[in-house]
Each structure stands twice: as C-alpha cells, then as structure tokens.
C-alpha cells in the first residue's frame, strides 16, 4: 500500500494585497451578486472570469423551485464565456457571496461540480485559472483550480 499527501496552497490576503487586476475582478463579482435569482436559499453568489483577451464575463447563481435544475454563478459564467468566447483560456476566477446580512466575512468556495467544470476549462486550455475568494475579512488566492480539486475525475 502506498500513501500520498495532498496539499493545497492558499494565499490568505487582505483586500490591500490584491493586485489592481484582482480588485476590479472581485469588485465585478460582487456587483454580479445583484443578478442573482436565490429566492430560497436567500444566498447571493456572484462570479467574474477576466479571460485572456482581457474581457470579463460576470454570472450569478440562479435557483429553481426544483432544486436539482438551478445553476451556480460560477458555471453560469464559465458556459457563457465558454460559449461567446470559445478559443479565450480564462486567467482568473473571483468569487463573492452575501446573504440579508451582507458580503459575508469569510470566503465561500465552489462545490464540486463547479470544479469539475472549472477545470475541465483549465485543462483544455492548458493555462492554471488562479481562483480569488472574497470575504468581508480575508480573501483567499490559490494558483490553479487544479489545487481545488486534487483527485479530479481525468479520462
């Protein structure tokens, strides 16, 4: 038997150690919280990919009374850019939630099937989709979406 470590580098920063790049980014994925439609859960999600010829594509997460058929933020934007923008790798992801109280203190990260799907991206672009997670009092950056996802499903 043979036993592995799996270790995933995050930056945790204050909104002061962002890049310029990474600001506006997370300003975009807050402002794209707004065109959430959460009536149930009560849960804002707003996502912003900056792709690589430098247009930013924003989406929010929208339910459905039939829970399974509703869509997060993260792959609302990642389909869109996939689908206007087909041959652009997308550089960097931001990520913002609030509910009725605010922008919420600490970072939320995407579920599983955004991860699949965020690097199925990645991969097929062959360039690492750095992941910014906003919180109100940290701010998480990692490098790759790869680092989210470790044993990802792979043919």
């Known amino acids: 038997m043979e036993t592995k470590e799996i270790k995933c580098k995050v930056d945790v920063l204050s909104w002061d150690e962002l890049t310029s790049e ?23 999600v707003g996502a912003a990919l900056l792709l690589a010829n430098g247009e930013v594509v ?14 997060c933020a993260e792959r609302t934007a990642l389909f869109y850019a996939n689908a206007a923008y087909p041959d652009q790798a997308v550089k960097v992801l ?13 970072p939320i990260t995407p579920c599983g099937a955004c991860r699949q ?23 998480y ?3 790759s979406v790869a680092s989210l996802l470790p044993l990802q499903f792979e043919m």
């Open 94 to 106: 931001a990520i913002a939630a609030q509910n009725s109280a605010g922008f919420l203190p600490s």
């Open 141 to 143: 950056r990692v490098e």
């Open 22 to 44: 990474e600001r506006m980014l997370v300003a975009c994925a807050k402002d794209a919280t707004v065109g959430s439609y959460s009536p149930y859960s009560k849960f804002a």
């Open 58 to 71: 924003k989406g929010s997460n929208q339910e459905n009374v039939s829970y399974p058929c509703g869509l």
């Open 117 to 139: 799907a965020l690097l199925e991206t990645e991969n097929r672009f062959g360039v690492k989709m750095k992941v910014i997670l906003y919180g109100t009092e940290r701010i």
